[in-house]
Nanobody
Framework: QVQLVESGGGLVQAGGSLRLSCAASGSSFRFHAVGWYRQAPGKQREFVAG???????NYADSVKGRFTISRDNAKNTVYLQMNSLKPEDTAVYYCNYIDYNLSWGQGTQVTVSS
């Protein structure tokens, strides 16, 4: 069964940092592009960052320069390092394959206080 599980969220003060993890099951993880998305209450889910199977990255303008996406294929895991967090980063964060879309999981809550 192919599954992605998000973890690492929490409560942090503005200016702080968190590292999110997206752990995958399945043997084909290394062949897929993976993206991080977020959804705040009352808002649409939005793209945050993506990484291809070859390691090419892409970021939403709102997080560029603050967030870094990376992957460790040996661990079947994609990470999102979030620095200089702002209250507007508060959302539930989800990961998913970009090129093979699974149903959305539980996500992990990130709350940034003022």
């Amino acid at each position: 069964q192919v599954q992605l599980v998000e973890s690492g969220g929490g409560l942090v003060q503005a200016g702080g940092s968190l590292r999110l993890s997206c752990a995958a099951s399945g043997s084909s993880f290394r062949f897929h592009a993976v993206g991080w998305y977020r959804q705040a209450p009352g808002k649409q889910r939005e793209f945050v960052a993506g990484i291809t199977s070859g390691g090419t990255t892409n970021y939403a303008d709102s997080v560029k320069g603050r967030f870094t996406i990376s992957r460790d294929n040996a661990k079947n895991t994609v990470y999102l390092q979030m620095n200089s967090l702002k209250p507007e980063d508060t959302a539930v964060y989800y990961c998913n394959y970009i090129d093979y879309n699974l149903s959305w999981g539980q996500g992990t809550q990130v709350t940034v206080s003022s």
